[in-house]
Nanobody, 115 residues
Framework: QVQLVESGGGLVQAGGSLRLSCAAS????????MGWYRQAPGKQRDVVAL???????LYADSVKGRFTISRDVVQNTVFLQMNSLKPEDTAVYYC?????????WGQGTHVTVSS
């Protein structure tokens, strides 16, 4: 089982930046993909960015060119650098991992972007 702990959320003005971190523990060596989802109030949880162990990335169209996902394999940590933030980026951001078909989620971190 993989445990995920996020950090780095907060309140920022539109146009600002935040960096989210997610530290994995437990069976972290078996992780083949990590990433971020987000859920805005009253909406479903949607993918933001994913990174496979092979280095492939996937981004939601709405964040391409603004967000960058990266991973420190040694520290079992995944990061999400968010630049040029917009009010519509306001959501709870959840860290995600897939380990041999088993999905794990973090507890979520709030990101609020004020206009």
């Amino acid at each position: 089982q993989v445990q995920l702990v996020e950090s780095g959320g907060g309140l920022v003005q539109a146009g600002g930046s935040l960096r989210l971190s997610c530290a994995a523990s437990g069976s972290a060596r078996s992780i083949n993909a990590m990433g971020w989802y987000r859920q805005a109030p009253g909406k479903q949880r949607d993918v933001v960015a994913l990174l496979t162990s092979g280095g492939r990335t996937l981004y939601a169209d709405s964040v391409k060119g603004r967000f960058t996902i990266s991973r420190d394999v040694v520290q079992n940590t995944v990061f999400l650098q968010m630049n040029s933030l917009k009010p519509e980026d306001t959501a709870v951001y959840y860290c995600y991992s897939d380990s041999r078909g088993t999905t794990s989620w973090g507890q979520g971190t709030h990101v609020t972007v004020s206009s």
